[in-house]
């Protein structure tokens, strides 16, 4: 209805008063219909009195409700000043813990328009307090999973995170490394082996979309081994720039609900970006490790992968050596054949050195044409058989170069953790005595406590 002032009591006012003018003057002829003489009925002093009644009437009627409603109008709007106040403060303070409908809301004292407002601004609140909440949640999984550079704590803390604020039960992540996923975290699932071959997980990472699986509480979920019954599985595909990087697995013994959606949505977008440079910070940290010429761990990170395996030996109480070698007459290879044969016989040296360790030995470029092989948990008698078998594997052939053969022979020396008082700095040391004792014995040998190994030790088996 169209407005005539900015009061609505003041339009209900005008619009009252008109209408009871308008009524007075209509009531002469209800009262001709009524069987009240036309002299008396039609006089003009009848006209008159009859609609300065209805006027009256229509004023007392507003003045009426409008002491009515505005008193109930004037409580809601005071509640909603206190409201506002409260709102400011949760979005000053980032907390919204304390609003609600019941909290934050209006009392519904009727079932009248009054209190259909009441119910419909409660329920606003609600919405307004639950968008708060929602976006809180986004931002913190933004901030968690930007701040985590390492694979594995940004799959952990993903994890986490996405069950916290979702409120399923268990899940896991599955990482894409070259051709094959892998399980890099796991919270509440008892059996993962299986999940990188599931057919959900394929399919996932081939359509880019969530694949959302609802369970019959009596079927059980191929490749899903849980210690509870769950109701709904998500396979969520982690993708940067159309590629896919992993999947989420997430499953719930209850079904999830839309803001629970929306949370894995933003989650999906966010790990995306995050689990890529991840990715990529790993693959940088790999580049930095390795000696770009021979494929070896370079020295500063050898060194520090020493110190981590001398930490770990001194807290668990294990043996702990090193294996140094340096090629013999590397100059000679330089001047006689060049430096680029010199640099084949480096990474060719390296190659094969590799090839006769175990697994678990780290194989570092010291310097020049030195390496050390880090053996953990290796004893004297283990530590030798590993120096001989690099001293053998690098001797068996001369390394070609174009048309020619350049024979290559490593001097080995030996270094050994001695008591739980050692340093790693006292291993290397004794290991670079023991080859600088290899070098003066003649070389092609490995020299352990000053002494060289007996050739005998050529057809010692694989430790």
């Known amino acids: 209805m169209k407005r005539f002032t900015e009061s609505v009591f003041t339009d209900l006012k005008y619009r009252l008063v008109g209408a009871g003018a308008i009524v007075g003057l209509l009531l002469p002829f209800v009262l001709l219909l009524s069987g009240v003489p036309a002299s008396a009925a039609l006089r ?3 006209f008159l009195t009859l609609s300065a009644a209805g006027a009256a009437a229509g004023w007392a009627a507003q003045r009426l409700s409008a002491r009515m409603v505005r008193a109930e109008l004037q409580g809601v709007v005071g509640r ?5 106040e409260g709102f400011r403060e949760a979005s000053f303070n980032r907390d919204w813990s304390a609003c609600g409908a019941e909290s934050c809301g209006l009392t519904v004292a009727g079932d009248d328009e009054v209190g259909h407002l009441a119910e419909a601004y409660n329920a ?50 599955l990482v894409r490394e070259e051709s094959e996923l892998r399980v890099a975290a796991n919270h509440g699932l008892s059996d993962v082996s299986q999940l990188p071959q599931s057919d959900h997980v394929r399919r996932a990472l081939d359509t880019r979309q969530v694949q959302i699986v609802r369970i019959p509480r009596d079927i059980a979920l191929e490749g899903v081994v849980t210690s509870f019954k769950p109701r709904q599985v998500l396979v969520v595909p982690i993708c940067y720039e159309s590629q896919a990087l ?22 999906q977008q966010g790990m995306g970006l995050a689990l890529n440079n991840a990715v990529t910070h790993a693959r940088l940290q790999r580049i930095a490790a390795i000696d770009p010429l021979t494929g070896v761990l370079n020295r500063r990170f050898g060194m520090r992968r020493l110190h981590e395996e001398f930490q770990g030996a001194m807290r668990q109480g294990t043996q702990l050596g090193v294996v140094m070698f340096d090629i013999d007459h590397f100059k000679n290879v330089n001047d006689t054949y060049g430096h680029l044969a010199g640099d084949r016989v480096l990474a060719e040296t390296a190659r094969r050195a590799q090839c006769a360790l175990r697994e678990t030995d780290v194989l570092l470029r010291y310097g020049g044409e030195e390496f050390v092989v880090i053996v953990p948990g290796a004893g004297e008698a283990a530590l030798i058989k590993v120096g001989e078998r690099v001293r053998l594997a690098v001797a068996a052939a001369p390394v070609c170069d174009g048309g020619q053969e350049i024979p290559v022979t490593v001097s080995v020396g030996i270094g050994q953790m001695q008591g739980r008082d050692d340093k ?15 070098k ?13 190994v007996a050739q005998q030790l050529e057809a010692t088996p694989t430790a």
Do not use: P
């Not at 790693?424 to 290899?438: G, N, T």
């Open 44 to 46: 003009w002093t009848a």
């Open 80 to 84: 909603m000043r206190e409201i506002e």
């Open 124 to 173: 606003l609140v609600d919405e307004v307090v639950n968008a708060h909440k929602m976006e809180a949640a986004s931002s913190e999984l933004t901030e968690t999973l930007s701040t985590k550079l390492e694979i594995e704590a940004l799959c952990r803390a993903a994890i986490e995170l996405i069950l916290g604020q979702t409120g399923a039960t268990a899940g896991c992540v």
């Open 246 to 267: 992993g999947a989420v697995i997430v499953a719930s013994d209850a079904m999830l609900g839309k803001d629970a959606m929306w949370l894995v949505r933003q989650f």
């Open 424 to 438: 790693e700095e006292s291993i290397l040391k004794r290991a670079d005595e023991a080859l600088y004792a290899a």
């Open 440 to 452: 003066e014995g003649g070389r092609n040998c490995t020299v352990c406590h000053g002494r060289t």
